[in-house]
């Protein structure tokens, strides 16, 4: 996943995953002077909630001397998530969020001159979004997501995911045993439902069949392994307003930011 010189920045919510992530990337990177360490915290604008998050981020920064940059909705496309929330939306507001959020990581990696983007998905997260895009039917959404994709435009920052076999108990565990702060309170703003209910199910069938969750996550590997080359398989290219990667014309974040800037008062700066 890395080189010993490489610029990592690395997605820090404030949650316990990505507190976990920084400390175990920190701990590697003192053996390599030349790799360096960025933690990118993203301010979606929620209030009561994302300020502590980004305070508890800043706390462990400074703890462990790592740069820290925030970038925010707000000043990237001139909308909030609190302002999201409050419109009438076709989805929820998760689902925005996860989209403009990748996409404000990934401008925010750019900015700092990151060589890899790292994310605190663990293995609970993919095993739970494998089954959502097979509930959803989401079958291009399948085989994009995963790590084997090696279609991206060079433009692209790669992400990888250190955590993405390790399950959510370990990396709780971790957070707590190293007593470093972390954020326990829940977005206001709520949760994806069919996402809590396929977390809840898997609890359940880990509890009684070992390992099912490594499976499960696995097979798509797998799956995307011998979708590579076919047609169902998209190869990425830039979307003709950001120049992001995307499979289609327009990136979804893009598309959704279109969206508020037809109707009266939202304020979408695209970014250049
Ligand atoms: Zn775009």
Known sequence: MLRPNDIVA????????????LRILWKLERRFPLARLIAL????????????AISMSKEVCDQLRIEHVVVSFDQLFGITMDDVAGRQNELQPC??????RRKALNEGARRVGATKLATAHNLDDEAQTALLNVMHGDV???????????????SFIPRIKPLAEVPERETALYAYASAAPFQTIPCPHGHNALRGDIRVMLNRLELKHRGIKHTISRSIERLSETAEGTTRRRAFQACKLCSDPTPNDICEACLMLRTFKAEAGAMYRPVL
């Not at 690395?10 to 992530?21: E, F, M, P, W, Y």
């Not at 993203?42 to 300020?51: A, L, P, Q, T």
């Not at 291009?140 to 060079?154: F, G, H, Y």
Request: glycine share 12%; proline share 2%.
């Open 41 to 52: 915290t993203v301010d979606e604008g929620i209030s009561g909630y994302r300020s502590e």
């Open 140 to 154: 291009e959404r399948i085989l994009q997501d995963s790590q084997t994709n090696t279609k991206a435009p060079a």
């Open 95 to 100: 689902s925005y969020c996860g989209v403009l």
């Open 10 to 21: 690395v997605a820090l919510s404030g949650g316990k995953d990505s507190v976990t992530l």
